[in-house]
Structures are given as C-alpha cells and as structure tokens.
C-alpha cells in the first residue's frame, strides 16, 4: 500500500471519529436523565411536556412538579388557563379518581351503609382523627371505609390490629377512637393482621398520604378535619 492510500484511509477513520464525536456531544439529554443527574435523590414515576414550550410535568407519587431541563430548575405550584381553571388540580383529580377506583375496599373496616362513599385513613391516637370519627357518627346517609395509617403516632399499631382481629370491628373501632385502652383479655395480632396493616400503611403511601385523617370523597381529597368541607362534598 501506498503512502498516499494510508494517508487517505487514516485522515478518512480520524475524519469518521470527528463526526461521531461531534455527533455524540450534540445529541440532546433526554428531560428524564437530566432530572436524575441534577436531583438524584427525588423518585419520580413518569415525565411529560405540558403546554408550555421546555416545561414537562413530573409525577412522584402523588405530587405532581414541573421541571426545566434547560436551567435544571424545578417549578411548583399550578399552571392555570385563561379559564382560570387549574391544569394541574386537573390532573390531580384524575390521579385521584384512580387510585379511589383501584383501592381494595375489601380489605377496609366498613361501617354504615349510607350511598355516599366515604375512603378515610386514620389513626386512633390522633385528636383530629377522633374528631371527625365523632362527625361521622352522626350521619346515616354515608359509607365509611377505613384504612388506618400510624404516621404520626407508630404506637397506635398495637391499636390498629387490635381493631382489624376484633369479631365486632365496629365497635372495637369506637372505642379506640373514643380514647379507650385495648382489653387486657385481647388476643395477640396474628401474623395475617399483622400483615393486613401493614397492607393499609402501604396503601396510604400508594396514595400520597402524608397525614391523618385523609379523606376521599367523589374523587376529592380532604386533608384534616375540615368539617365544612366534607359537609360541602357530602351533601
């Protein structure tokens, strides 16, 4: 071969890893990797592009962001339209109603038999829950199915699964909620009790729960207490 053909071929391979290096620098980050690197320590579920050019929604959980890859910044907050309707309470709500329709609601304590469905997480320790377990006790017209979530008060399991291996859940239920010590004659949680709270914990996580009482009502999320408010989506 000659020296002018290996000339050639040499200048045409470092001509080819030019242009692929070239290539290879300009090829764009994806938004997702780009999140990942810039905020390694926040999970998130999906990322979409919303309306506005560069912004794309971020779901983790069941918080719903915003992130701008070009300035690696993360937005919160709600994105309204000239509707004044919020897109993004929008697409909480549909998240909402899916996690209402999928939840296992026979795995839940029911009591009453009333046709307005009412999904609650508790916690027997907490003031604000026993409150508005008192709420309900004086309506007939609802459906309560509970799932109990300790997060703030982790000694209520003993409680919990005390409730959940009652015969007359019920009723162990009031008297939990009504401040009242587990009977010295309980029996200890079996294991499948045990589990079956553990279930309901998982399931508060799944549906981004963060404090008690937490309340589903036609696909609307109530957190606390609010009376007024669950009387306004009750009525």
Do not use: W
């Amino acid at each position: 071969m000659s020296f002018r053909r290996i000339f050639t071929t040499l200048f045409t391979v470092c001509v080819l890893f030019a242009l692929a290096a070239t290539a290879f620098a300009a090829a764009p980050v994806k938004p997702e990797d780009s999140f990942r690197n810039a905020f390694p320590q926040v999970p998130f579920d999906s990322m979409t592009p919303t309306e506005i050019p560069g912004l794309y929604e971020v779901i983790s959980g069941q918080r719903i962001f915003y992130y701008y890859p070009d300035k690696e910044l993360v937005v919160t907050g709600e994105i309204v339209g000239k509707d004044l309707k919020s897109r993004t309470a929008e697409r909480k709500g549909a998240m909402m109603a899916k996690v209402v329709k999928d939840m296992p609601l026979d795995k839940a304590l029911k009591i009453g038999d009333g046709k307005k469905v009412v999904i609650e997480f508790t916690d027997p320790d907490c003031p604000f829950c026993r409150r508005g377990a008192e709420y309900f006790t004086k309506r007939t017209d609802v459906t309560q199915y509970i799932f109990f979530a300790p997060l703030a008060h982790p000694g209520a399991i003993t409680k919990i699964e005390y409730i959940l291996s009652a015969e007359n859940k019920v009723q162990a239920y009031d008297a939990m909620m009504l401040g009242q010590e587990i009977p010295a004659n309980a029996k200890p949680a079996s294991p499948e009790i045990k589990r079956l709270a553990q279930e309901h914990m998982d399931l508060a996580r799944k549906a981004g729960v963060t404090g008690t009482p937490t309340f589903f009502i036609n696909g609307q999320m109530v957190v606390g207490a609010d009376l007024n408010r669950l009387d306004e989506l009750l009525k």
